[in-house]
Protein backbone atom coordinates (compact mmCIF):
# COMPACT_ATOMS: atom_id res chain seq x y z
CA UNK A 1 0.00 0.00 0.00
CA UNK A 2 0.64 3.95 -0.05
CA UNK A 3 3.50 5.18 2.39
CA UNK A 4 5.15 8.07 2.85
CA UNK A 5 8.66 8.30 4.98
CA UNK A 6 9.71 11.84 6.28
CA UNK A 7 13.25 12.86 8.12
CA UNK A 8 13.32 12.43 11.53
CA UNK A 9 13.70 15.16 13.91
CA UNK A 10 13.69 17.63 16.10
CA UNK A 11 15.30 19.95 13.64
CA UNK A 12 16.59 22.93 15.22
CA UNK A 13 17.40 26.16 13.34
CA UNK A 14 18.65 29.75 13.55
CA UNK A 15 16.12 33.01 11.96
CA UNK A 16 16.98 32.89 8.29
CA UNK A 17 18.47 29.66 8.12
CA UNK A 18 17.64 27.97 5.18
CA UNK A 19 15.00 24.55 5.70
CA UNK A 20 14.88 21.21 3.99
CA UNK A 21 12.66 18.60 5.20
CA UNK A 22 12.73 15.46 3.80
CA UNK A 23 9.78 13.25 2.65
CA UNK A 24 9.65 10.30 -0.09
CA UNK A 25 6.60 7.78 -0.90
CA UNK A 26 5.87 4.77 -2.20
CA UNK A 27 2.64 4.82 -4.18
CA UNK A 28 1.01 2.62 -6.77
CA UNK A 29 -0.91 4.98 -9.22
CA UNK A 30 -0.33 9.09 -9.02
CA UNK A 31 -1.52 10.18 -5.70
CA UNK A 32 -1.70 13.58 -4.35
CA UNK A 33 0.93 14.97 -2.27
CA UNK A 34 0.55 17.28 0.82
CA UNK A 35 2.52 19.28 2.96
CA UNK A 36 0.28 19.97 6.65
CA UNK A 37 1.52 22.00 9.75
CA UNK A 38 0.52 21.58 13.07
CA UNK A 39 1.39 25.14 15.62
CA UNK A 40 1.58 24.51 19.30
CA UNK A 41 -1.95 23.46 20.64
CA UNK A 42 -3.78 23.87 17.02
CA UNK A 43 -5.05 21.54 14.21
CA UNK A 44 -3.28 20.43 11.34
CA UNK A 45 -3.80 22.76 8.36
CA UNK A 46 -3.09 22.47 5.08
CA UNK A 47 0.38 24.28 3.98
CA UNK A 48 0.38 23.37 0.46
CA UNK A 49 -0.30 20.36 -2.10
CA UNK A 50 0.88 19.31 -5.77
CA UNK A 51 -1.38 16.91 -7.47
CA UNK A 52 0.89 15.85 -10.80
CA UNK A 53 4.36 15.31 -11.44
CA UNK A 54 6.56 18.42 -11.32
CA UNK A 55 3.81 20.81 -9.76
CA UNK A 56 4.99 22.97 -7.20
CA UNK A 57 3.27 24.02 -4.53
CA UNK A 58 3.84 27.07 -2.75
CA UNK A 59 2.29 28.72 0.27
CA UNK A 60 3.92 31.43 2.96
CA UNK A 61 7.50 30.89 1.49
CA UNK A 62 7.52 26.99 1.63
CA UNK A 63 8.33 25.03 -1.64
CA UNK A 64 7.54 21.66 -2.52
CA UNK A 65 7.64 20.05 -5.83
CA UNK A 66 6.49 16.46 -6.84
CA UNK A 67 9.36 14.45 -8.19
CA UNK A 68 8.33 11.23 -9.62
CA UNK A 69 11.70 10.23 -10.70
CA UNK A 70 12.66 10.16 -6.68
CA UNK A 71 9.48 9.65 -5.17
CA UNK A 72 10.10 12.96 -3.37
CA UNK A 73 8.07 15.93 -2.16
CA UNK A 74 10.86 17.73 -0.42
CA UNK A 75 9.87 20.84 1.95
CA UNK A 76 12.23 23.74 1.50
CA UNK A 77 11.57 27.79 2.72
CA UNK A 78 14.68 29.78 1.98
CA UNK A 79 14.52 31.97 5.53
CA UNK A 80 12.78 30.64 8.27
CA UNK A 81 10.92 33.06 10.97
CA UNK A 82 10.42 31.86 14.96
CA UNK A 83 6.61 31.58 13.73
CA UNK A 84 7.30 28.97 11.44
CA UNK A 85 8.32 26.43 14.88
CA UNK A 86 6.12 23.87 14.73
CA UNK A 87 5.39 19.88 13.10
CA UNK A 88 5.54 19.11 9.41
CA UNK A 89 3.48 16.23 8.60
CA UNK A 90 3.76 15.19 4.66
CA UNK A 91 1.49 12.73 3.43
CA UNK A 92 -0.02 11.68 0.14
CA UNK A 93 -3.83 10.58 -0.51
CA UNK A 94 -4.06 6.92 -0.01
CA UNK A 95 -6.62 5.72 -2.17
CA UNK A 96 -9.57 6.52 -4.47
CA UNK A 97 -11.65 8.28 -2.03
CA UNK A 98 -9.06 10.56 -0.31
CA UNK A 99 -8.13 9.83 2.23
CA UNK A 100 -5.04 10.51 3.86
CA UNK A 101 -1.40 9.02 5.13
CA UNK A 102 0.33 10.48 6.86
CA UNK A 103 4.50 10.37 7.84
CA UNK A 104 5.51 10.49 11.51
CA UNK A 105 6.01 14.30 11.56
CA UNK A 106 9.22 16.37 11.54
CA UNK A 107 9.27 18.87 14.68
CA UNK A 108 10.77 22.24 13.96
CA UNK A 109 12.25 24.78 16.12
CA UNK A 110 13.55 28.14 15.13
CA UNK A 111 15.65 29.95 17.26
CA UNK A 112 15.76 33.94 17.13
CA UNK B 1 -16.80 29.86 7.56
CA UNK B 2 -16.96 28.23 10.42
CA UNK B 3 -14.16 25.30 10.86
CA UNK B 4 -14.55 21.86 12.37
CA UNK B 5 -15.55 21.69 15.95
CA UNK B 6 -14.76 18.76 17.94
CA UNK B 7 -15.50 18.67 21.73
CA UNK B 8 -14.41 17.60 24.23
CA UNK B 9 -10.65 19.05 24.06
CA UNK B 10 -9.52 17.24 26.88
CA UNK B 11 -10.70 14.07 28.66
CA UNK B 12 -9.28 11.86 30.76
CA UNK B 13 -10.13 8.57 31.92
CA UNK B 14 -9.69 5.21 33.42
CA UNK B 15 -9.15 2.41 31.74
CA UNK B 16 -11.85 -0.11 30.69
CA UNK B 17 -14.17 3.17 31.11
CA UNK B 18 -16.17 4.32 28.11
CA UNK B 19 -15.51 7.79 26.10
CA UNK B 20 -17.11 9.60 23.16
CA UNK B 21 -16.45 12.28 20.91
CA UNK B 22 -18.29 14.64 19.06
CA UNK B 23 -17.68 16.51 15.70
CA UNK B 24 -19.41 18.75 13.41
CA UNK B 25 -18.02 19.44 9.89
CA UNK B 26 -17.60 22.58 7.81
CA UNK B 27 -21.48 22.71 6.67
CA UNK B 28 -21.69 21.24 2.85
CA UNK B 29 -18.84 19.04 3.56
CA UNK B 30 -20.20 15.47 2.71
CA UNK B 31 -17.08 13.61 3.50
CA UNK B 32 -15.89 13.26 6.94
CA UNK B 33 -13.15 11.29 8.48
CA UNK B 34 -11.78 10.61 12.20
CA UNK B 35 -8.12 10.35 12.46
CA UNK B 36 -6.14 8.77 15.85
CA UNK B 37 -2.53 10.18 16.37
CA UNK B 38 -0.74 9.08 18.57
CA UNK B 39 2.72 10.98 20.51
CA UNK B 40 5.11 11.35 18.01
CA UNK B 41 3.35 10.21 15.04
CA UNK B 42 1.25 10.59 12.26
CA UNK B 43 -2.38 10.77 12.17
CA UNK B 44 -3.70 6.96 11.24
CA UNK B 45 -7.61 7.29 9.71
CA UNK B 46 -10.02 5.47 11.88
CA UNK B 47 -12.98 5.57 9.26
CA UNK B 48 -14.28 7.82 6.84
CA UNK B 49 -17.87 8.36 6.11
CA UNK B 50 -19.29 10.06 2.45
CA UNK B 51 -22.76 11.68 4.16
CA UNK B 52 -24.01 9.13 6.74
CA UNK B 53 -22.85 5.65 4.38
CA UNK B 54 -19.20 4.33 6.05
CA UNK B 55 -16.64 3.95 3.18
CA UNK B 56 -13.63 2.71 4.84
CA UNK B 57 -13.65 1.12 8.35
CA UNK B 58 -10.82 -1.02 7.81
CA UNK B 59 -8.29 0.10 10.48
CA UNK B 60 -10.90 0.66 13.30
CA UNK B 61 -10.86 -1.59 15.94
CA UNK B 62 -14.32 -2.63 15.68
CA UNK B 63 -14.41 -4.69 19.15
CA UNK B 64 -14.45 -1.79 20.94
CA UNK B 65 -14.53 1.75 18.90
CA UNK B 66 -17.67 2.72 16.76
CA UNK B 67 -18.73 5.78 15.21
CA UNK B 68 -21.62 7.07 13.49
CA UNK B 69 -22.84 10.10 11.42
CA UNK B 70 -26.54 10.81 11.92
CA UNK B 71 -28.35 12.68 8.98
CA UNK B 72 -25.03 12.98 7.01
CA UNK B 73 -23.57 15.96 9.33
CA UNK B 74 -22.32 15.18 13.17
CA UNK B 75 -21.14 12.57 13.87
CA UNK B 76 -19.61 10.64 17.49
CA UNK B 77 -16.70 8.18 18.01
CA UNK B 78 -16.74 6.00 20.89
CA UNK B 79 -14.82 3.93 22.46
CA UNK B 80 -15.88 1.40 24.89
CA UNK B 81 -14.30 -0.19 27.04
CA UNK B 82 -10.73 2.47 26.61
CA UNK B 83 -7.43 0.61 26.94
CA UNK B 84 -4.28 2.60 28.00
CA UNK B 85 -2.47 2.07 24.60
CA UNK B 86 -5.88 4.61 23.30
CA UNK B 87 -4.43 7.47 25.02
CA UNK B 88 -3.78 9.60 21.47
CA UNK B 89 -4.79 12.67 19.98
CA UNK B 90 -8.69 12.05 17.68
CA UNK B 91 -8.69 14.28 14.91
CA UNK B 92 -11.72 15.09 12.98
CA UNK B 93 -11.58 16.47 9.62
CA UNK B 94 -14.14 17.27 6.68
CA UNK B 95 -13.69 17.38 2.66
CA UNK B 96 -16.13 18.27 -0.19
CA UNK B 97 -15.78 15.01 -1.01
CA UNK B 98 -18.20 15.59 -4.22
CA UNK B 99 -15.51 14.89 -6.88
CA UNK B 100 -12.56 15.97 -8.53
CA UNK B 101 -9.55 16.29 -6.66
CA UNK B 102 -10.01 19.73 -4.84
CA UNK B 103 -12.96 18.63 -3.12
CA UNK B 104 -10.89 16.10 -1.49
CA UNK B 105 -8.89 18.78 0.33
CA UNK B 106 -9.33 17.87 4.12
CA UNK B 107 -9.85 20.95 7.08
CA UNK B 108 -8.94 19.24 10.33
CA UNK B 109 -10.50 20.39 14.18
CA UNK B 110 -7.99 21.13 16.84
CA UNK B 111 -8.56 17.29 18.07
CA UNK B 112 -9.49 15.56 21.50
CA UNK B 113 -6.92 14.88 23.40
CA UNK B 114 -7.50 11.40 25.09
CA UNK B 115 -5.59 10.37 28.46
CA UNK B 116 -6.43 6.45 29.70
CA UNK B 117 -4.51 6.04 32.77
Known amino acids: GNSVTQMEGPVTLSEEAFLTINCTYTATGYPSLFWYVQYPGEGLQLLLKATKADDKGSNKGFEATYRKETTSFHLEKGSVQVSDSAVYFCALTGGSQGNLIFGKGTKLSVKP | EAGVAQSPRYKIIEKRQSVAFWCNPI?????LYWYQQILGQGPKLLIQFQNNGVVDDSQLPKDRFSAERLKGVDSTLKIQPAKLEDSAVYLC???????????????FGPGTRLTVT
Open chain 2, 93 to 107: ASSLGTGGLASYEQY
Open chain 2, 27 to 31: SGHAT
